[in-house]
């Protein structure tokens, strides 16, 4: 019972915390506005809905970030008082945010590191006609993302703070390795030019001072590089510039994608399409953005990642999949929000504009640190209250935007890229006051282009540009910090450092393996009708008999496997029997295989027996496990024995069709054989 | 050249037109937050704008070689601190810049001592106990900076050859994560900030041992200062004030000495200077500032000679 009185005033402790914080927010007060003296000003909110409108226009102009923007309007916050002041620069950083998918979408211009990953299906959906619907998710996604990261912040950020304790040099070494690795396994084009280019972004990392010597490095006595390449100006010029240089040398269909916009908002299959990666990029992005330093940068990549690897359209990544704008913008607001957390509960800035913020805080006499939340209430509750109200009113007011967002794009081409080259200019310009970051820019415009021709893609060169630095940073302390021991990588004390080389070595063994590559191949090579090609050339190679030569069925192997055939060449296979992942992961297995009906029941199931115990006032920390269990297991069977049915379904619904049933020993060999079996009889 | 356009400035009441006062910092820190602060009070006082412009890069170098080569005529001023004419000349072998004679330094705006603080799991109460510790494990202990040859750094390397013990240096970037991994526990001691440090102490997330300057800090009365504790002469401070082009007309060095000196003394001004750890400046004069710089730069480029900083 006692237990069960712990959780309930933990409850009850965020239900009046929440309380103060809405009070703060939607608090009033007297105002003198050009000699009309108003008794009721709800000042707060007002300063909030200033400041998402400031970030969602910064935010779409390319390149003026929320760092610039919050360091000018700095001193106007001197005379706010420190809840209105935070609550306004807060807004701009998560207005900034949606702002920068919209720049990202309609002209291929990420503003933010961010935004990368959004410019790769984005605007192929703008070039498209999709514009709308891209627009839609992303909005849409990045309220599911802050409404649930908020949530998160308000619950856990004590607990959660210490999690980011917990990452070391070495946990984020570790981490940067998994990172990159997921990159170049998951490239949608060539293997060998996507380590090449991820190779190339961490060579232009290294430009600036050595961290440990000081030392400068390949900054050729020029003192503007001194610190390195800027983010803005590389990604300005390798996607910006290079889309401008293309656009302008094929002459008749530039203008195409603006004609044919169809609709504005998600239709029923792209309902379908973006639930799922917008859980999973919420989740993700949550997660990482807890850690500062790299961590909410890399969780826009890792869910882009993450739905290339379990997405049905894995093929259509790169061409303009609804999911690949779904979920690195979920993951993006996501990690927005919970980045707020080493600032309000350790006084760690885990970014630039959290510097900012933190700069804002002791202008009005706040020392930021642990003591903010016990001490400040009204302050620090106010501020995600306000993320809550801040993130409704982003979606209220962008939502009508889109239609005028979309007209923009019938501007002629004539009139546009130059204005957008000057929104460039001015915004890497503002970066640093720098005139020789434009010059570079151009000189990354160049070497965009050429990457371009060459049929290189310049995203995993950002990702190598971003983590590079970081990495070696990392490493270098880790080395220091061991005095040259490379166990602290691996050892059993660092178990987190641990499990990110593990995984990072199967995603290497993925590559490595033949059997296993020629999957990734198919299941996630860009081009549906290259595929067709090389089994039409396969089919003219072989004869039916010795099809399946190197892939027969051995004989021992009795388990079964349904092959299907997708409609784009896509291969996969579906066991029969029992499913032991569903058994054991239940609801969320479904959210990794996108199965919608039945990820809701499972998490309905879970929060309607939650309530129950909670009201009962039965759930204490001893029974739990009992409650769980009992939960899980009817569960687990029904989901373990239905589970490969509900696959099949989904995969017929996709208009998959059904190639034969074979007996192998694994998914690897069960896809190939499957694959020449159908090659052959087609 | 620079002269006559000096003497054409002249011809009419300074100040003109708009004054930009340079902050060779990025946006957000404490140089920037002070300068623009400094900035409102004197836009009020000379009736003209006073911008604030970022010119981080370099260290700091980047902004302060700007104005060391723009006319002076008293509409280009500078925020000079410690590590861009102190300890910079030295660390980095050269620089663009000379930071005695090409530059009139005007007011001194903030000097905020650094603070020693230890891990809490660090069995040492006080400076004798952590001397004794460290000569019990040599090069066991590590201490977090901000940077190489920051003043976290060289009061580090000023502790280790006064007390002639061993500790690693691990520099990051910013004393941000180098807070973290002191309240982790991966580094044991800093010599942090003490506007950054203060919260984290405050809270009993680190334990303070010691201040750097030879007075001890009104945040921290209780707390000694190294030089009580045995450290004869430890006496560092990080500092910064108001620069111009050397050559700029005495008249306006003085005007604007004053009006500097108000702004920061008005109760406003000054308790958001306090906010961030700085106690008001003994530095008055135009005058006893270039000599304190060049002590300055004296102390740190021997400084950072003996603490083998330097890169090669």
Request: hydrophobic fraction near 50%; include cysteine; charge should be neutral.
């Amino acid at each position: 019972m006692e237990a069960s009185n712990e959780v309930l005033s933990f409850l009850q402790a965020i239900y009046v915390n929440l309380g103060i914080g809405f009070k703060e927010v939607f608090k009033t007060q007297p105002l003198t506005i050009m000699g009309f003296a108003l008794t009721h000003v709800p000042f707060n909110i007002l300063m909030c809905l200033i400041g998402v409108m400031l970030g969602t226009l910064i935010g779409v102009l390319p390149g003026i970030g929320p760092v610039a923007t919050i360091a000018m309007l700095l001193p106007v916050t001197f005379s706010l008082s420190p809840v209105a002041a935070l609550i306004m620069l807060a807004g701009i950083y998560y207005g900034a945010q949606y702002g920068g998918s919209t720049s990202a979408i309609l002209v291929n211009l990420p503003g933010e590191s961010s935004s990368v990953v959004t410019c790769l299906d984005g605007y192929q959906m703008a070039r498209r006609g999709r514009a709308g619907p891209a627009l839609a998710t992303a909005a849409l996604g990045s309220f599911f993302a802050g409404c649930v990261a908020t949530l998160i912040v308000a619950m856990f950020a004590p607990p959660l703070a210490e999690v980011a304790l917990k990452f070391g040099p070495s946990e984020y070494f570790s981490l940067m390795v998994l990172g990159l690795v997921s990159a170049v396994v998951l490239a949608s084009g060539s293997l060998i030019k996507a380590i090449a280019m991820v190779l190339l972004g961490l060579l232009l990392g290294l430009v600036g001072t050595d961290v440990n010597s000081g030392v400068l490095r390949f900054s050729f006595g020029i003192s503007e590089m001194a610190d390195g390449i800027g983010f803005v100006t590389v990604a300005m010029g390798m996607f910006g510039i290079a889309e401008i240089i293309g656009n302008l040398e094929q002459k008749e269909d530039r203008e195409v994608f603006t004609s044919k916009v169809s609709h504005l908002f998600p239709t029923t299959t792209d309902w379908e399409r973006i639930w799922g990666p917008t859980v999973r990029g919420t989740a993700l992005g949550s997660a990482l953005g807890i850690l500062p330093g790299g961590g909410a940068l890399l969780s826009s990549f890792g869910a882009y990642t993450v739905e290339k690897k379990v997405s049905f359209n894995a093929h259509e990544f790169g061409k303009g999949a609804i999911e690949g704008v779904a979920a690195p913008e979920s993951a993006n607001n996501a990690g927005a929000q919970t980045s707020f957390i080493p600032l309000l509960t350790l006084g760690i800035p885990g970014n630039a504009v959290m510097a900012l913020m933190i700069g804002a805080m002791m202008i009005q006499g706040i020392a930021p640190g642990p003591q903010v939340m016990t001490e400040r209430k009204e302050l620090f509750w106010g501020m995600i209250a306000s993320m809550w109200v801040g993130n409704l009113m982003l979606v209220v007011l962008n939502l009508p935007l889109i239609g005028m967002w979309i007209k923009l794009l019938t501007v002629p081409y004539r009139w546009l890229y130059p204005s957008i080259l000057l929104f460039m200019a001015v915004g890497v310009f503002s970066v640093s006051n720098q005139p020789f970051d434009c010059f570079l820019m151009s000189l990354f415009g160049l070497l965009g282009y050429v990457c371009v021709k060459l049929e290189c893609e310049p995203a995993p060169m950002i990702l190598g540009f971003i983590l590079g630095p970081l990495m070696e940073e990392n490493l270098r302390r880790a080395m220091l910090l061991s005095r040259g021991d490379w166990h602290v990588f691996i050892s059993n004390e660092k178990p987190i450092s641990q499990g990110f080389l593990i995984a990072a070595a199967i995603l290497l063994a993925v590559i490595a393996l033949p059997a296993l590559r020629k999957k990734r191949d198919v299941a996630f090579s860009e081009d549906g009708s290259v595929q067709q090609e090389a089994l039409a050339a396969e089919q003219a190679a072989e004869t039916p008999k010795d099809a399946v030569a190197g892939f027969e069925d051995d004989g021992k192997s009795t388990q079964k496997w349904n092959v299907y055939r997708g409609a784009d060449g896509n291969i996969v296979a579906v066991k029969e029997g029992f499913n032991v992942w569903a058994f054991l992961f239940v609801g969320f297995w479904s959210l990794m295989k996108d199965l919608f009906l039945t990820t809701m029941a499972w998490f309905a199931a879970f929060f309607a027996l939650m309530a129950i115990g909670f009201i009962w006032q039965h759930w204490s920390y001893e029974t739990f496990g009992w409650w769980a269990a009992a939960l899980w297991l009817p569960f687990g069977v029904v989901y373990g024995l239905k589970a490969n049915r509900w696959l099949m379904d989904k995969y017929e619904r996709h208009h998959y069709k059904l190639v034969r049933q074979v007996t192998a020993k694994n998914a690897g060999i069960a896809i190939e054989r499957g694959r020449r079996l159908a090659a052959a009889a087609a | 050249m620079l002269l006559a356009l000096a003497q054409a400035a002249l011809a009419q009441p300074w100040p003109a037109k708009p004054i930009r006062l340079v902050a060779p910092y990025a946006a957000g820190g404490p140089v920037d937050i002070s300068a623009r602060l400094v900035a409102a009070r004197l836009q009020e006082a000379l009736g003209q704008p006073v911008v604030v412009e970022n010119r981080p890069g370099a260290g700091g170098n980047l902004g302060v070689e700007l104005v060391a080569k723009s006319p002076p005529d008293g509409y280009t001023l500078v925020i000079g601190a410690i590590a861009t004419h102190a300890i910079n000349p030295t660390l980095m072998g050269s620089v663009p810049y000379d930071p005695l004679r090409d530059f009139r330094h005007i007011a001194l705006l903030v000097q905020v001592p650094n603070v020693l603080v230890l891990n809490n799991e660090v069995p040492a109460r006080n400076v004798p106990d952590l001397v004794a510790l460290l000569r019990k494990n040599p090069g066991k202990l590590d201490f977090g900076s901000g940077s190489t040859g920051s003043t976290g750094h060289l009061a580090g390397e000023l502790f280790k050859q006064m007390t002639g013990t061993f500790m690693v240096h691990i520099p990051y970037k910013g004393s941000a994560p180098a807070t973290l991994d002191l309240i982790a526990g991966r580094v044991q001691l800093m010599f942090d900030n003490l506007a950054s440090a203060l919260p984290n102490i405050r809270a009993g997330k680190v334990r303070a041992l010691a201040v750097t300057t030879l007075r001890r800090s009104s945040f921290l009365p209780e707390l000694p200062t190294l030089e009580e504790s045995g450290l004869k002469g430890f006496d560092m401070t990080t500092w910064w004030g108001v620069m111009a082009p050397a050559k700029t007309p005495q008249a306006v060095v003085e005007r604007l000495n004053a009006e500097i000196l108000k702004a920061i003394e008005s109760g406003d001004t000054r308790e958001k200077l306090r906010a961030m750890g700085s106690e008001s400046p003994a530095i008055r004069t135009p005058e006893q500032f270039s000599a304190f710089v060049a002590s300055e730069l004296k102390t740190y480029s021997a400084l950072v000679k003996r603490s083998g900083a330097k890169p090669d």
